[in-house]
């Protein structure tokens, strides 16, 4: 069974999809962690990712590797781990804009189908639902009211790294957000919206168990919905 949660950033996303896999047993996913993987080795080579020769160049030596280790994924590009150097500010504030260079999302998408095939997966991303996995079992749309957003997202970054949130207001945070609610909902490829069948779940008043159970609630729909009725006589 593959189930995709998607949603605009700091919806909770990414702790929602950990919370139900481990619930579920099934395997998680963090696809935007591969985008920014690879935003960061962009940066790092100084890619034009405007000058698709110099993009074809940089993913013929391109290699993306996820790795368990400790009970959590860590990712390596081209051999070296960047799993701690992928949450810095400078891969966040580039991370839309290489994620949207079509070339990229090929690759990406094709590596996140493959890491599908046979296995219960929970996949968590911005178009999992509408172009990874159009057909998927469940597809779950997560949103919030901004502000909410903008506090979780600057309470994250006062947590994992308050050297870069010592001066960051909360004005600021939501003034990003917009920004790149804006840059991922327009863009032309893969943009972020709710896929026709997904169920949406608002998270801006809830725990991360209470979006889980509500998600089991639309697994159940969904379980109904498909179920063969009864033979007759």
Known sequence: MIITIDGPVATGKSTVAKRLA????????????????VAYQVLKEGVNTDDPAAVEAFLSHLDLDIKIKRGGKSYFVNGADVTEEIRGAAVTG???????????????????????????????????GTIVFPDADLKIFLEGRLEVRAQRRLDELKRIRPNEAENLTLEQCMKEIEERDNFDSHRSVSPLVKANDAFSVDTSDHTVDEVVFQIFECKDQVKSKHRAPPATS
Do not use: C, H, K, W
């Not at 994620?99 to 997966?121: D, F, H, K, S, T």
């Open 22 to 37: 481990e619930s579920l047993g099934y395997i998680y996913f963090d696809t935007g962690a591969m985008y920014r993987a």
């Open 94 to 128: 580039a991370v839309s804009r290489v994620a949207a260079v079509p070339a990229i999302r090929e690759r990406l998408v094709a590596i996140q189908r493959a890491l599908a095939v046979g296995v219960n997966a929970v996949f968590e991303g911005r178009d999992m």
